[in-house]
């Protein structure tokens, strides 16, 4: 089934300038762990072990993450400090890590058609490691896309409603209800004005893609602000094919900005952290 799931990671983070000038976005730590490690333990949850990043120039931290540190695993083997490494270490064990570079920042359609070569012809998902998702409740956001994925073999946005004032973020859909949690879409929009916008169902960044994508990227031209739009090319498989939007369960954090990122870092902090689950 479902192996893959690539990463598109060569942004500059802006809205975190100056910590982000030298320093990937995707590194920023949530208490204790980098951003794009909680997407890469989601992807695995989801049964995902081929991790595809596309990274870019002043990104190789990324790399150097997925990786073992030698000096390190030294310095603390039979301490009581081996407990940090647990998790990254299990990713080590049971995921691949492949990466290529974008070098030239032209969208996030662009940049997923740029993973290309690492995925192939197979169905895979995709994680802005930016947006943390997160289900006490149940399976992770990834998990529930992967079970759906079997039931409907298209592809799937994960979708959640947001104050309309605020569409001009998202990508937005309009579709046709076809379950409590589950829309047929029939068309979206890049970041919208409110007033032009079709409803205020936002796409987040979760997306399981059918491979057919990588041709309609490529025969996309540049939409909102210059920059080749994964939503465009979801548009027109949309109207090929079927592409399905789903309210998941669980909580979102925009941790790209100030405000979401302090909300996730304090609520990992009360549910991750200090409960001891945080490695
Ligand atoms: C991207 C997509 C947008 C989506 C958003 C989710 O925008 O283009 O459709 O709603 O991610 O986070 P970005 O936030 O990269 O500008």
Not at 40 to 46: F, P
């Amino acid at each position: 089934m479902i192996k893959k799931c690539l990463f598109p990671a060569a942004g500059y983070g802006t809205r975190f300038l100056p910590a982000t000038k030298a320093m990937p976005k995707e590194m920023l730590p949530v208490v204790n762990k980098p951003l794009i490690q909680y997407g890469v333990e989601e992807a695995l949850d989801a049964g995902l072990t081929e991790i595809s990043i596309v990274t870019g120039r002043g990104k190789r931290a990324l790399e150097d993450h997925f990786d073992i540190s030698y000096e390190l695993e030294n310095q603390i083997k039979g301490t009581d400090k081996e407990k940090y490494l647990v998790g990254i270490r299990k990713l080590l064990d049971e995921c691949s890590f492949s990466y290529t570079r974008q070098t030239e920042m032209k969208g996030l359609g662009h940049a997923i058609l740029t993973g290309r070569p690492l995925i192939g012809d197979e169905p895979f998902a995709v994680v802005l490691a930016d947006d943390l998702c997160v289900n006490l409740e149940g399976d992770g956001v990834l998990t529930q896309m992967v079970k759906l994925y079997k039931q409907f073999r298209c592809s799937i946005v994960a979708i959640q409603e947001v104050d309309p004032a605020e569409t001009n973020k998202y990508g937005v859909i309009a579709g046709e209800m076809i379950r409590d949690d589950i829309y047929r879409v029939h068309s979206m929009v890049e970041k919208p004005k409110p007033e032009d916008a079709p409803s205020n169902l936002a796409i987040i960044g979760r997306y399981i893609l059918t491979p057919d994508i990588f041709d309609l990227i490529e025969q996309t031209e540049p939409g909102k602000g210059g920059e080749i739009q994964i939503t465009d090319a979801l548009m027109k498989q949309a109207q090929n094919g079927c592409v399905m939007a789903y309210k998941f369960k669980g909580k979102r954090f925009d941790c790209g900005g100030a405000e979401g990122y302090i909300e996730a870092t304090n609520f990992c902090f009360e549910n991750f952290y200090k409960t001891g689950k945080a490695y």
